[in-house]
């Protein structure tokens, strides 16, 4: 039986009806990841991403990054501060917005298209990773990370779609099609992994947004 990648208890496999893939549920902190056997190679990854054609000159998309930042980022931090975008893609739309249009000094990285890792030894004000931790294999290594490289008051905002906790919805969700995301959370699963590592979650819509600080 697998232990959960976050909490460390048992999981429960769960097998899609159709397709046979396996999947490990955790009853205790609600954390479901993908089994490893049925991940895909880099170069597959890498793939899925290419197909993605963003841009800040799209008015959709920038709409849909500035959902996240109205209710997850500019409530809970100022303007004109120190930032750094986890995941930023092959267009960080959310890292330009942030610099061109807030006065944020914004570092990148994307394990594909930015991989210099600019933030070591850094700090900063604002840490934002949006529709990446679903593709993380080991969260907790990621979100001690995202901690280290917080302000003593800085924070921490993640946008990663949450699953029902309802199997059968899990089978139908598009969230699973995409061959990449390995990594299923509720706001349970941010709590636990706040609490493990020393967060504070200071905010969810229960849909898709997380917001934390270091806890005091």
């Known amino acids: 039986m697998l232990k959960c990648k976050i909490c460390g208890a048992n999981t429960k496999i769960m097998q899609h009806p159709k397709l046979g893939e396996l999947y490990h549920f955790c009853e205790k902190c609600e954390f479901i990841s993908k089994d490893e056997n049925e991940f895909i190679s880099l170069e597959d990854e890498l793939k899925i991403y290419n197909k993605h054609h963003n841009s800040i000159e799209d008015p959709k998309y920038v709409a849909y990054f ?4 109205n209710e997850a980022v500019f409530k809970y931090t100022s303007e004109g501060k120190t ?3 986890f995941g930023s893609g092959p267009s960080p ?29 850094k700090k900063y004000d604002l840490v934002t990773s949006t529709e990446v931790v ?3 294999d080991n969260p907790i290594l990621y979100f001690k990370i995202f901690k280290e490289l917080l302000n003593e008051q800085g924070t921490l905002s993640v946008m990663t779609l949450f699953h029902k906790c309802d199997e059968e919805h899990f089978w ?7 061959k990449s995301h390995i990594s299923f959370y509720t706001p349970k699963t941010m709590q636990t992994i706040a609490q ?21």
């Open 172 to 178: 139908t969700w598009n969230y699973i099609r995409d």
């Open 196 to 216: 493990m590592i020393g967060l504070n979650m200071i905010f969810t819509n229960h849909v898709r947004y997380t917001t934390f600080r270091i806890d005091k």
């Open 134 to 136: 679903e593709h993380l």
């Open 66 to 69: 500035y959902k996240f930042l």
């Open 93 to 121: 739309v959310l890292a330009e917005l942030l610099s061109r249009d807030h006065g944020y000094a914004m570092d990148i990285y994307d394990k594909f298209y930015s991989p210099s890792k600019i933030y070591k030894n």
């Open 83 to 85: 930032g750094f975008d």
